[in-house]
Structure formats: structure tokens, C-alpha cells
């Protein structure tokens, strides 16, 4: 590591420490709470006082901090049974493709079957989509009925890929037929 390197590294790693230091704010607790009461004046009573007053700041902190905790496992188990109510194909083409592409992506698409198919198939060797085996066919289905292309597309797909075949079967007949016949 070069000497350059090292002051990075030392420079980082107290930037780091001061901002994970515990602050007396964070905690619910101004730092004059904070603060352990000196002698100045005080007696025995208001000592007492003032450290029952710094005891409850710091378990009515503990209670709003479990409140919220509370209330992020109420809204997280909301979403979970929320989630939980809808389709599987529609979940697990959010929880496949929504890591990359925005929700409103798939309505500016409209593909047949084939169409789909090929591109979950595009996305998962290209660009490394995480599928289990089977689940292209799965998100492919889903995808093809929510943003189907119109049926004179759909249908020109179809005889395209129908066609495909017989148009190779068609052209090697013919490249063997005129080498058989040529003089």
C-alpha cells in the first residue's frame, strides 16, 4: 500500500468512527441530560432528581424505539399477506424482473408468447437473470396475458415461426433438386 493509500484508508476509517460514535441526540436525551450533574450547588435531592429524570428520558426513548419497531413489523407483515393474495405468476415475475426493470416497463411491450418467451430467455442468458428451472415459462405465460401484442401480430408470429420450417425444408430441397439437374 502506498503512502497515499494509507492516509485514504486512516482518513476513512476516523471519518468512519465519528459518524457511528453514539450521540446523546440520537438517543432520545439532550446532551445537558447526558451530562452527570456536578456539585455546583446541587444537593443529594436534586442529584437524585435529575438522574430519575435522565432514567426516564432514556426508557421513554426505549419504548418510542420498540413503538416503531413494532410498527415496521405490523406494516411488513401487512405487505407480506398482501403479497401473499396475489398470483403466483404475478409475484414471482415482480420478484424476478422488478430487481432491473420499473413496473411500468412491461406496458410499453406488447409480445406474443414466443416474443416473451425469447426475451425472459435473452434475459436470463445475457444478462444473468436469476430463474429457477422452470420459472421462464412461468413469468413468460404471465407476461404474455398481461401485455399480449394484438392478434394480427400474434398471428403473424405464429405463422412466421409455423412457416420457418417448411421455408428451410422448402430451400434445401430446392439447392439438392438443382445440383441432381445441373449438366
Keep these: 500500500m502506498t503512502r497515499r493509500g494509507a492516509i485514504r ?20 436525551m439532550s446532551y445537558d441530560q447526558l451530562v ?12 437524585e432528581a435529575r ?3 435522565i432514567e426516564r428520558d432514556r426508557q421513554a426513548a426505549e419504548e418510542r424505539r420498540r413503538a416503531q419497531e413494532d410498527q415496521a413489523r ?9 403479497d401473499a393474495s396475489r398470483p403466483y405468476p404475478e409475484r414471482l415475475t415482480e420478484q424476478r424482473c422488478m430487481t432491473c426493470h420499473a413496473a411500468n416497463d412491461f406496458d410499453k411491450e406488447q409480445r ?18 436469476d430463474l429457477e428451472a422452470g420459472e421462464w415459462r412461468v413469468i413468460s405465460d404471465h ?7 394484438p392478434p394480427v ?20 430441397w430446392f439447392i439438392r433438386h438443382r445440383r441432381r439437374n445441373a449438366p
Design 9 to 28: 484508508a486512516v482518513c476513512l476509517g476516523l471519518a468512519l468512527l465519528l459518524c457511528l460514535a453514539p450521540h446523546p441526540v440520537i438517543a432520545g
Design 36 to 47: 452527570e450533574p456536578t456539585d455546583d450547588g446541587m444537593t443529594e435531592e436534586e442529584r
Design 51 to 53: 438522574r430519575e429524570a
Design 74 to 82: 405490523v406494516e411488513r407483515e401487512a405487505q407480506e399477506a398482501d
Design 112 to 129: 406474443s408468447w414466443p416474443g416473451w418467451a425469447f426475451t425472459v430467455w435473452r434475459m436470463e442468458l445475457a444478462y444473468g437473470a
Design 143 to 149: 407476461l404474455a396475458e398481461e401485455h399480449a401484442a
Design 153 to 172: 401480430r400474434a398471428a403473424a408470429v405464429w405463422a412466421a415461426l409455423g412457416m420457418g420450417p417448411m421455408v428451410t425444408v422448402a430451400l434445401i
